[in-house]
C-alpha cells in the first residue's frame, strides 16, 4: 500500500496555542485530503487541496483552520488557536497516482490533545 | 448529499467463523465508489476493499469479500475464516465519481463504524 507519512505522531497543547500538523502524501500526486475523528466516533472531512488550492471545506474547517503547501511535497494543517473540541486523531489522505478509483490511502495519523 | 449508515454498532464472532457487517448508503449519484476501512487500535486507516459502483461484480480480496446490492444501495463486508488480527473497527466509505474542476467530490463519507471482535 503507497505510503503517507505525518508528524507528529502525538501532540499535546494548550488552549489557544496554535499548532502545525504536517503530513508528506504519495509523491507527485495533487490531491491531499484531511480529515478528522473526534474519539469515539467517525471519520469527518475537513478540506481537499487540489493544485495548490483549496478545493472544498466542510463547515468545520472555519476560519481557525488553514492548509498549506509551503516546499511543494510536505502538506500542513494549521489550527490557529486550539479549543477543547479540536482534541481529535487528524488524518491526511492521498490518492494513487494512476490507479482507477482514486483510492485514498491514509497517513498514520496525529493525535492532538488540546488541554 | 450522500449518506452511509452502518446499523452495527458492534459485532462479535468466532475465530474462524464468518462474520458479515452491513452498510447501506443514500446517493442520487449512478457512479460512485464504496470502500471499506479497517481501523485497529492503533487508529491507522487501512483499506480493505473497493467496489465501483458500475461493476456488477462484487469485489473480493483474499478472506474479504463484499455483497453490493446497487438497486437497494446495500455495501455489506463479508470477512471469511475470521482470525484474531480481524478485531478492528470497520468503517463503510462513499466516495462520488462525478468529475468536476478541483476534485472536490472525491471526498469520502464515512459511517459511524462497526466494532468487530473476534473471539478465540
Known amino acids: 500500500e503507497p505510503e503517507v507519512t505525518q508528524t507528529p505522531s502525538h501532540q499535546v497543547t494548550q488552549m489557544g496555542q496554535e499548532v502545525i500538523l504536517r503530513c508528506v502524501p504519495i509523491?507527485?500526486?495533487?490531491?491531499f485530503y484531511w480529515y478528522r475523528q473526534i474519539l469515539g466516533q467517525k471519520v469527518e472531512f475537513l478540506v481537499s487541496f487540489y493544485n495548490n488550492e483549496i478545493s472544498e471545506k466542510s463547515e468545520i474547517f472555519d476560519d481557525q483552520f488553514s492548509v498549506e503547501r509551503p516546499d511543494g511535497s510536505n502538506f500542513t494543517l494549521k489550527i490557529r488557536s486550539t479549543k477543547l473540541e479540536d482534541s481529535a486523531m487528524y488524518f491526511c489522505a492521498s490518492p494513487h497516482p494512476g490507479q482507477s478509483g482514486e483510492t485514498q490511502y491514509f497517513g498514520p495519523g496525529t493525535r492532538l490533545l488540546v488541554l | 448529499a450522500q449518506t452511509v449508515t452502518q446499523s452495527q454498532p458492534e459485532m462479535s464472532v468466532q475465530e474462524a467463523e464468518t462474520v458479515t457487517l452491513s452498510c447501506t448508503y443514500d446517493t442520487s449519484e449512478s457512479d460512485y465508489y464504496l470502500f471499506w476501512y479497517k481501523q485497529p487500535p492503533s487508529r491507522q486507516m487501512i483499506l480493505v476493499i473497493r467496489q465501483e459502483a458500475y461493476k456488477q461484480q462484487n469485489a473480493t480480496e483474499n478472506r474479504f469479500s463484499v455483497n453490493f446490492q446497487k438497486a437497494a444501495k446495500s455495501f455489506s463486508l463479508k470477512i471469511s475464516d475470521s482470525q484474531l488480527g480481524d478485531a478492528a473497527m470497520y468503517f463503510c466509505?462513499?466516495?462520488?465519481?462525478?468529475?468536476?474542476?478541483?476534485?472536490?467530490?472525491?471526498?469520502?463519507?464515512f459511517g459511524k463504524g462497526t466494532l468487530l471482535t473476534v473471539n478465540p
Open positions: 509523491s507527485n500526486h495533487l490531491y
Open positions: 466509505a462513499y466516495r462520488s465519481a462525478n468529475l468536476n474542476s478541483g476534485g472536490s467530490n472525491y471526498k469520502l463519507t
